[in-house]
């Protein structure tokens, strides 16, 4: 049985968000208050472009980039088309495969959206008209007629009871069945329900009354969300460090989950309290590109711009019996800190993992069905494609929100990104090309060299041999030192 304990630290900079299961941290999330996150958030946005070609639209929904909308997350319409779709009575319309987006929208057209996924880097947010309305309990799904049960409820009488429950609520609108809802009477879920259906009713009026683009519903504050998201039975206690996030939490529950107020505990301590319950010492272990497994193999984790890649190897751990044997049962320890990886990292997209080559196909068997049930665990939606014959397993895993090394990092102004600099003995040879090109473009027999002191002792050092050979070409080498220069930077004067 899993056990976990919730940490949330609260001040008027940010928000951090810890989760730890079994004494493993496998969940952090900080968000800082300029930029709070938009995932949720229900916009009134005005068309600006449709693209035929890409089968998408682009709208301006009050943000600086405008939000992207697929085809196939543009057949939840609402009121806002009948005036375009009138024999649709503002009933949403289904998207087939053969629907084109401008069958769908047209440049000026305000349509409902919700944010399904963070803008990152020079993207705007992804947009979806399919609107999702969390509870503690429940799922609201307005626009589509969908019954169903979380995935993390594995027992088949449960889920088949809770599917009943849901077959009787009345129209209109889709429902699902969260985890925390496992276990529940259905006055429980009815109340949810009221409450979901009332946010739905003041959402389309707040509709009716906004101009586009503008905001039409925010999502509830970090605390809350966290608290709605992730406070679920198998969490033993929930921490919180500051007074007023304290007293929201404790409210929100009493009208919610009254079961689960007397686990909040109020944290009174002037030190950190992540530093103090050791969270921020397990998370920088656990940012390591590479992490150490307690057999004594690592992972390396290379997150990119198109995927993340995952490589297992075996390093200090020999095995006892056969490569076979050794490679198994690294491989099986793998899968776990894999799977925390991705939660941890919030690392989404296209995932491949390159676990040590296995000869026997039983042994790729039982490390396959040992991932997929790890990711069965997982919140975040995921698909697993089969292992190759040569360990390579691929999987896509549903993103949302900015990964936490793009949050709490930034791109390296010494490699641009690229996670390397050039070497010493290749900044040095350049600086060699530079010197004998100017010498030969303005006939200088002197010249300044101004480089970063560590360049300077290594050229004055092992590489010794480049400055004599320049002197026995009668060229004069000064050497000025400035420390202020990215190491691969230097500047070659008469």
Same mark, same amino acid.
């Given at each position: /049985?899993?056990?976990a ?7 008027s ?18 968000? %800082? ?5 938009? #995932?949720?958030?229900?916009? *009134? ?19 600086? *980039?405008?939000g ?53 880097? !020079? ?9 999702t309305?969390p ?9 589509i ?6 995935r ?10 809770l %599917?009943?429950?849901l077959?009787?609520?009345p129209? $209109? ?5 969260? @985890? ?7 006055? +429980? ?5 009221e ?17 586009? $683009?503008?905001?039409?519903? %925010?999502e ?49 301590r ?30 390396? #984790? ?7 890649? =995952?490589?297992?190897?075996?390093? *200090?751990f ?12 690294? !491989? /099986?320890e793998?899968?776990?800190? =894999? ?18 080559? /296995? ?38 895993? *549903? ?7 793009? @949050? ?28 004998? +090109? ?16 560590? =360049? ?18 009668? =060229? ?14 230097y500047?070659?004067?008469?």
């Amino acid at each position: /049985m899993t056990r976990a304990t919730l940490f949330l630290s609260v001040n008027s900079f940010e928000t951090r968000v810890a989760l730890r299961e079994n004494e493993r941290l496998v969940q952090y999330r900080i968000e %800082r208050r300029r930029a709070t996150s938009v #995932v949720g958030n229900l916009y *009134k946005g005005l068309v600006t472009r449709v693209l035929p070609g890409m089968q998408a639209a682009f709208l301006d929904i009050g943000l600086p *980039k405008d939000g992207f909308l697929y085809v196939r997350e543009a057949g939840g319409i609402l009121e806002d088309f009948t005036d375009l779709f009138p024999d649709r009575d503002g009933e949403p319309i289904e998207v087939s495969g053969g629907s084109s987006i401008d069958d769908l929208l047209r440049e000026g057209q305000e349509v409902l959206v919700q944010v399904v996924k963070e803008g990152i880097g !020079n993207k705007g947010a992804r947009l979806t008209t399919y609107v999702t309305l969390p509870g503690r309990f429940l799922v609201y799904l307005p626009t589509i007629s969908q019954r169903g049960v979380s995935r993390r409820i594995t027992d088949e009488e449960e889920r088949a009871r809770l %599917r009943s429950i849901l077959e009787e609520f009345p129209g $209109p609108g889709g429902w699902i069945v969260r @985890t925390a809802g496992e276990g529940l009477e259905r006055e +429980d879920l009815e109340r949810d329900r009221e409450m979901l259906l009332l946010l739905w009713d003041q959402i389309q009026a707040a509709a009716e009354r906004t101009r586009a $683009p503008g905001l039409v519903h %925010r999502e509830l504050s970090p605390v809350l969300r966290t608290v709605r998201d992730l406070f679920t039975d198998d969490v033993a206690e929930c921490w919180i460090d500051d007074v007023d996030s304290y007293r929201e939490v404790l409210e929100f529950l009493e009208r919610t989950d009254p079961s689960l107020v007397t686990r909040v505990k109020l944290f009174r301590r002037s030190a950190d309290m992540m530093a103090a319950f050791g969270v921020e010492d397990e998370l920088e272990k656990a940012l390591r590109p590479r992490i150490w497994l307690k057999s004594g193999g690592y992972l390396i #984790v290379s997150p990119t711009e198109a995927l993340v890649a =995952i490589d297992v190897n075996t390093g *200090k751990f020999v095995g006892s019996t056969s490569l076979e044997d050794t490679a198994f049962r690294i !491989n /099986m320890e793998a899968v776990r800190e =894999i799977v925390r990886q991705l939660r941890l990292r919030d690392l989404g997209g296209i995932v491949v993992i390159d676990f040590i080559d /296995m000869e026997e196909p039983e042994h790729r068997r039982q490390v396959y069905e040992a991932l997929a049930e790890e990711l069965r665990n997982d919140p975040a939606r995921s698909q697993l494609l089969p292992m190759s014959e040569i360990g390579l397993v691929q999987l896509t895993r *549903k993103r949302s929100r900015p990964s936490l090394e793009r @949050t709490l990092s930034r791109e390296c102004p010494y490699c641009h990104g690229r996670g390397r600099i050039k070497s010493l003995a290749t900044i040095v040879l350049e600086i060699r090309r530079a010197i004998l +090109d100017l010498v030969e473009r303005e006939q200088a027999a002197t010249v300044s060299v101004v480089l970063h002191p560590q =360049i300077s002792h290594y050229l004055q050092g092992s590489m010794r041999d480049v400055l004599r050979e320049l002197e026995e070409e009668g =060229i004069q080498v000064v050497l000025k030192e400035n420390p202020l220069f990215h190491q691969e930077q230097y500047e070659v004067l008469s």
